[in-house]
């Protein structure tokens, strides 16, 4: 493997975890830590009212699980990133981003997983992370079809050239661009 592929791997791979130890903070902190906090309050007022006891022991429990399953989900891929599927994640930051009102970005794929070795999907997946980070305000297109990944930034009014690290890594992911009417990135896998 060519040594300029190795270490933006390394780079990529290391991009990942800083990505998933964010959302993993966020998470706890936003979704896991309220959980648990109704879990508390709702303990303590089974303790105050007994005759609560039944409702909202149940309402705990419930909300514990939510906390549980929270959890895990944020620890599967940590556990073992060369399982990581990129496009699990991929959705996941693009839900997040359309739920937040912000620019739409749009992500179509006919396909559950990409058929590209687990450190190629890390690198792929930090590559768009980048993209949609730095060029949602204009407007992005993700289509993933069965050997291709196609990135449209709509704006034609778009800052040029793109910025080293994105030339670089889609010439290490074997892709092409062009510039006109927006930037059209094609990636094949």
Same mark, same amino acid.
């Given at each position: ?20 130890? $964010?959302?993993?903070?966020? #998470? ?37 699980? #939510? ?5 895990? $989900? ?43 070795? #687990? ?17 949602? $305000? ?6 993933? #079809? ?44």
């Amino acid at each position: 493997m060519d040594e300029e592929l190795k270490i933006e791997l390394l780079q990529a791979q290391i991009e990942l975890q800083q990505y998933l130890y $964010t959302r993993l903070g966020v #998470a706890l902190h936003d979704n896991v830590a309220q959980l648990l906090g109704s879990v508390n309050m709702l303990l303590g007022a089974t303790i105050n009212d007994i005759s609560l006891a039944s409702e909202t022991l149940n309402t705990a429990q419930l909300s514990l699980c #939510a906390a549980i399953y929270e959890i895990r $989900t944020l620890s599967q891929p940590m556990q073992d990133i060369f399982r990581f599927n990129s496009l699990e994640y991929l959705q996941r930051e693009v839900n997040d981003i359309n739920a937040s009102g912000t620019v739409p970005v749009e992500l179509i794929s006919v396909r559950n997983e990409l058929s590209l070795p #687990a450190e190629k999907q890390v690198m792929l997946f930090c590559f768009l992370i980048d993209l949609i980070r730095n060029y949602m $305000t204009w407007g992005i297109s993700i289509r993933i #079809a069965a050997e291709t990944v196609k990135v449209v930034i709509t704006d034609a009014a778009l800052p040029l050239p793109l910025p080293e690290k994105i030339l670089k890594r889609v010439r290490l992911l074997q892709g092409t661009y062009h510039c006109g009417n927006g930037v059209h990135i094609l990636l094949p896998f």
